[in-house]
């Protein structure tokens, strides 16, 4: 028996699987893709079924790169109908966890402390793990697999490299089987937080293994990956200190409001600062929501072309507000700052950084008091009739201009069709 004892369960090719099972078919026998058709054949597969990959076909491909010969079946995404078997799968993770022992790591993974519940179990992660897989299948058709690891990044490893393609979905790793095993795997790329780049910076120093990491002079790591060097040391030595007790009491130094999407063709200039100033707008809806102000705004523009440079950069608000007016001013200065070169927009990117809790905007010379009241109180209705009707139930002029998106997107979930 391991002396932690982490399982990390996944849901197997999750919204694929979810379309077989809507339509009564085998996730494991039919071959099916998740996309959007509508988009094109350049548009990516969210999701495609093991019968499919067996063929060569990876998840998040694009469907023009699905082989000619094949006969498939075309999914469109149905986001809320995933986020609905998503949690009642988590319903049945409960039948068994505490939530506090529970962290949701994507729609369709969770990363499960079990050490406690061994006993009350039969003192077996594997029994346990059939046990929970068993549920979900019979409950939901969906078949899943599990890691069982020490620590979460060797339950991780686990799963990702071993317990995918083992008998049963289950495969157990501690720090020396993790040696023994996994040590000398390639590519580098199959471990968990090691991406493209961070191989590629390795491999120039001969470094292609995670022996050859473990075994590589620590000096060298730092001065390569900063602080970030750590992390890829203990990771090469099968070690991780963060248990889900820390991941649930962190509390982030500074928060940020996100939004990003992805163009359906090139935009021009001025199509590109109407985009921005869509998301804009939904970003200050959700601010007001949740009683946050921020101070500044970041922003990135993306290339058509990949190989193009993309514009960024950051700019501060002269205090701290959710007032779309003042984010969009100077969230425009910034955007005619560091768009300017670019002929064809297809990536948008924007972070409001350094939100607070605070109900009540700041106010200058230039924006009163009484302004940014006003604003809010329409923000507050927005958000009221939005509840009651819907998102697209109060639209503003801009979203009927030529190449705006927000109407369409208010209909999306994660950028898919809800």
Known sequence: ????????????????SVECVERGLDPLKTKLVVADAERGERTVCLAATPALKKMGVKNRCRLFEIPQGISYIKATPRMKLYMKYSSEIYKIYLKYFNKDDIHVYSVDEVFIDAAKYLKMYGGDAG??????????FRLTGITAACGIGSNLYLSKVALDIMA????GGIAVLDEEKYRQLLWDHKPITDFWRIGKGTADRLGKYGIYTMRQVASADRGLLRRNFG???QLLIDHAWGREPVTIEDIKSYIPKERSITAGQ???????FEKGKLIMREMICGLCIGLTEKSLLVNSVSLFIGHFRESASPGRGSISLPFYTASYSVISKKAGELYDKIAGGICGIRRVHISLCGAIYGRESQFDFFNTAEDMDREKRISETVIDIRHKYGKNSVISAMNLEEGSTAVSRNNQIGGHKA
């Open 1 to 16: 028996m391991i002396s932690g004892c982490y399982l990390c369960i996944d849901l197997k090719s999750f919204y694929a």
């Open 127 to 136: 029994h346990i793990a059939e046990m929970v897989m068993g549920d979900v």
């Open 164 to 167: 995918k393609n083992a008998r």
């Open 227 to 229: 602080k970030d060097a």
């Open 262 to 268: 992805v163009l359906p063709k090139a935009y021009d």
